[in-house]
């Protein structure tokens, strides 16, 4: 079946220091992928996509590539801002197969941003 | 516009109560779903409709009945639920199946 894994959590950074938060996942056939953020007490917020292998998603500074070849999907962005800290999700979604039509999430990665 | 919207923010209810949570989306899409979240846990995933059929249901217990009156609406009924049943719930929509999923805020329920 599907899965997905995202690096432990949580991750603390300083105020325009370099984030990545690494993403793999195992699917069947050609899934898309997606990180979704959800900032305290609210829902989830589609952050960006890739739909094909080597897509580069980007949105707000954030930026995950496709790599087919490690099925990775890890989320940078250059520099991080207070309003960034919040829950990031690693999400695929698959086309096919018993999975149809469902999103497989990795865990959460819990970012605080520091001044 | 990507905006889903759910009602109530916010839901007390007792284990008798019955209650029902709405959520509305005007994007034209045909795919719409019901998750559960605990804190410091993804989105877990209890109905999908599709074109306004019911097209998977998690093995959710019946105490939740989820109905989809048109395209537009989607409802989670809720009666004689538990407090486990406490949870942060979101509803979802997209363009069709598989595609990327819009969430909505939510609706804080706590069962006492």
């Known amino acids: 079946g599907n899965s997905v894994t995202q690096m432990e959590g949580p991750v603390t950074l300083s105020e325009e220091a370099f984030l990545t938060i690494n993403c793999t996942y195992t699917?069947?056939?050609?899934?898309?992928l997606f990180w979704y953020v959800q900032y305290p007490g609210e829902g989830l917020q589609l952050l960006l996509k890739?739909?094909?292998?080597?897509d580069k998603g980007s949105n707000k500074g954030f930026e995950a590539t496709y790599r087919k070849e490690t099925t990775s999907f890890h989320l940078e962005k250059g520099s991080v801002q207070v309003s960034d800290s919040a829950v990031y999700f690693c999400?695929?979604?698959?086309?096919?197969?018993?999975?149809?039509?469902?999103?497989?999430f990795g865990q959460g990665t819990i970012l605080t941003v520091h001044p | 516009d990507t905006e889903v919207t759910q009602t109530p923010k916010h839901l007390v209810m007792g284990m008798t109560n019955k209650k029902s949570l709405k959520c509305e989306q005007h994007?034209?899409?045909?795919?719409m779903y019901w998750y559960k979240q605990k804190a410091k846990k993804p989105p877990e995933l209890m109905f999908v409709?599709?074109?306004?059929?019911?097209?998977i249901n998690e093995s959710v217990p019946s105490r939740f009945s989820p109905e989809c009156p048109n395209s537009s609406l989607l409802n989670l009924h809720l009666h004689a639920l538990q407090p486990e049943d406490s949870a942060l719930y979101l509803c979802?929509?997209?363009?069709?199946?598989?595609?990327?999923?819009?969430f909505g805020p939510g609706t804080r329920l706590t069962v006492t």
């Open positions: 699917a069947t056939g050609y899934p898309s």
């Open positions: 409709y599709s074109y306004e059929k019911l097209s």
């Open positions: 979802a929509s997209s363009f069709d199946l598989p595609y990327e999923q819009y």
């Open positions: 999400a695929l979604s698959n086309a096919g197969g018993t999975s149809y039509g469902k999103l497989t």
């Open positions: 890739a739909t094909k292998a080597d």
């Open positions: 994007m034209g899409h045909r795919a």
